[in-house]
């Protein structure tokens, strides 16, 4: 038995190393073909770089929904974006001073609070419906077209001298398909050490596999935290929340309807109350310095302490 919970360890620690090796070549050569078409680079963060990061959290919630582990494909998406903005970003703002633009956060703030309040009311009946998932894929569709229609900057000339080569594509599907194998071992992995040890699907899914799945979204906006661009660390992280919710719970429960526990509106509650926590930071000082970000800490930490009493 002692064996089999070693090996289920390393798997799930094998498979975050993929997701993020995945996700990473996903997101660079995806960024080339975009801006070799011309895109912007608020767009290109905004879509291409969001959906890239938010990847390994698709493959994951939808092998899960498919397998019937519906809590870890919902626990995943809300988890995930608890630690994006509690941890990723109040742990950067606690180091280093994040700033944002007004724009961004008026626009992609009020998307985020408004996503995840749609998702709270559609998760009233412990169930995420194919209706729910084409309301939610519906509302994406109008968050892209006010994106493209009213970009917050000029789009650019097409890049000639960013040619895409066999070697774009190959990295392009190459890393889009460790990031599935990634998920799919990811959720066995996860699944056995939760039954193993006691815990829900739920808080496993919220905390180990939200935490995994966010491995792209860590990195690059560290990266961008340390070359003081707080604002693409800020928009990376608010973007790959709305992409979470929308296109991949959309996604999800169109393939296959989700069930839920109970506990699913309470953590998804604490997560709307942090969302808007958030944007009202953001929007009203346009920063978020040391002691904003310890409370975001400080909030998602309580959650997790919560759940897991």
Partial sequence: MVSSQLVA????VLSIGALWVGAEAFVSNA???ARRFGLSELVVGLTVVAMGTSAPEAAVSIDAALVGNGD???ANVVGSNLFNIGIVLGGI???????????MVRRDGA?????????LALLWDLRVSRLDGIILLSVFAGYLVLLFVRPDEPTPAPDDEK???WGTAVFLVGGLGTIVVGAHFLVESAVFIARAAGLSEWVIGETIVAVGTSTPEIVA???AARKGMG????????GSNVFNILLILGVTSTVAPIAVVETAIGTTTWLLGLSVLTAVLLGTRGRLGRLEGALLVAINLSRWILDLL
């Fill in 31 to 33: 960024a080339r073909v």
């Fill in 9 to 12: 360890v390393g798997t799930l």
């Fill in 231 to 238: 604002d693409i660390a800020a928009g990376n992280l608010i």
């Fill in 111 to 119: 998307v985020m609070v408004a996503s995840t309040l749609l998702l």
């Fill in 163 to 165: 040619q895409i080569t």
């Fill in 72 to 74: 870890i494909a919902v």
């Fill in 93 to 103: 703002a606690a180091v280093v001073r994040v700033r944002s633009s007004p724009r």
């Fill in 221 to 223: 906006s560290v990266a």
